[in-house]
């Protein structure tokens, strides 16, 4: 049974962004995001916070995305959801959602995880762009993960490494909190680091096994760092914050290639992919697209980086062909892997 056009709709709640997207043959058609300012006040999301949130913002952004694309609810063939990983209370207000939206219009139900979402990211259909083909190699980096993920097949992933502690999303946010920068940190580190000297600190990597990674050791050795010289001169920080942020962030990066590297040598696979809300790094992206041409490099746009829901719609495309529905008795699961 295929079904042409499919128009899919795609549901993402699984942090502090409540996003709808209407996806129809693989072209988006809507991408609604509500960001949640509510936890600048508290330097990072407030899960109970987050829930409400998402609860107040899920009607009005999918009706956003629905006018948008300029179709009526009954020219959705399925609806697709973040499952896990994420907070609990977040991704219950999405999958509930979704639930009684698929029995109200008595169509398929489809789960999504986060990750993969992130990964699929670069099969939205956009004009210009070129898709990877199987097998890749894509760098997952976010809020609260870290790995290198081989892409067999659409579903079909392996983390070939990941980090044994902190994410690289959290080690720029903690830093930046250090710092006193707003929350969320990463992307006004990044901004900063754009004006900085990346070689003027330097700080030293983890020694882990495998493919694997470590943050924790980097944040503690900046917060001595930082402890150090304030003592000498209280303003260090203000005087150097852009040279710090460029050596922090020239730091996060060189550790997150060195991995990639080795996996591309021990696969001997060349085609390599970025996914995740540290992919919008621009020290990141601008190191990866001067890999050289032994390589194919995919790097999303950057409004498929931060979570959204186009990613998970795509998925949902994905699956729809496959026919690989949910049953209504699924609950989310907020440690959910690839
Ligand atoms: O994928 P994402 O939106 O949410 C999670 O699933 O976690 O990733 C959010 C993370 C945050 O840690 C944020 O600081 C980081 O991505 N991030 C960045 C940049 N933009 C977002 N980190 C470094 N540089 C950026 N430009
Ligand atoms: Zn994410």
Do not use: W
């Not at 699984?14 to 609604?32: F, H, R, W």
């Not at 999918?62 to 991704?91: C, E, Q, R, W, Y």
């Not at 083909?133 to 760098?139: H, M, N, R």
């Not at 830093?175 to 940190?185: D, F, I, T």
């Amino acid at each position: 049974m295929q079904q042409s056009p499919v128009i899919i709709l795609g549901i993402e709640s699984s942090c502090d962004d409540t996003s709808a997207s209407i996806i129809k043959d693989g072209k988006i058609l809507a991408n609604i995001i509500a960001n949640q300012d509510v936890h600048e006040a508290y330097g990072g999301v407030v899960p109970e916070l987050a829930s409400r949130a998402h609860q107040q913002n899920i009607i009005p952004v999918v009706d956003k995305a629905i006018k948008h694309a300029g179709i009526s609810k009954s020219d959705i063939n399925a609806i697709a959801f973040t499952n896990g990983p994420g907070l609990m209370g977040s991704l219950l207000v999405g999958s509930s959602f979704s639930k009684a939206f698929a029995l109200a219009m008595k169509i398929p139900l489809i789960e999504i995880n986060h990750m993969q979402g992130h990964i699929l990211a670069h099969f939205i259909d956009e004009e210009n762009s070129a898709k990877p083909t199987f097998p890749f190699l894509c760098l997952t980096v976010s809020g609260g993960h870290t790995q290198i993920v081989k892409v067999t097949d659409y579903f079909t992933m392996e983390v070939l490494g990941e980090t044994i502690d902190d994410a690289a999303g959290e080690a720029f946010d903690k830093v930046a909190k250090m710092l006193s920068l707003p929350y969320p940190g990463g992307p006004v580190l990044d901004k900063n680091a754009q004006l900085g000297n990346s070689n003027k600190y330097k700080f030293t990597h983890p020694k882990v096994p495998g493919l694997n990674y470590s943050f924790s050791g980097l944040k503690t050795s900046v917060l001595y760092f930082l402890k150090r010289e304030l003592k000498l001169n209280p303003d260090f920080i203000k005087e150097n914050l852009n040279d710090i942020c460029a050596s922090v962030q020239k730091t996060i990066v060189d550790i997150l290639l060195i991995e990639l590297k080795k996996a591309i040598k021990q696969t001997g696979i060349n085609q390599i992919a970025i996914a995740g809300g540290v992919s919008a790094n621009s020290e990141l992206r601008k190191r990866l697209a001067s890999f050289g041409a032994a390589y194919q490099v995919f790097i999303p746009k950057m409004e498929y980086c931060t979570d959204n829901a186009a990613m998970i719609a795509i998925s949902g495309y994905y699956k729809f062909l496959q026919q690989d529905f949910t049953e209504q008795g699924i609950a989310p699961n907020a440690r959910m892997k690839i």
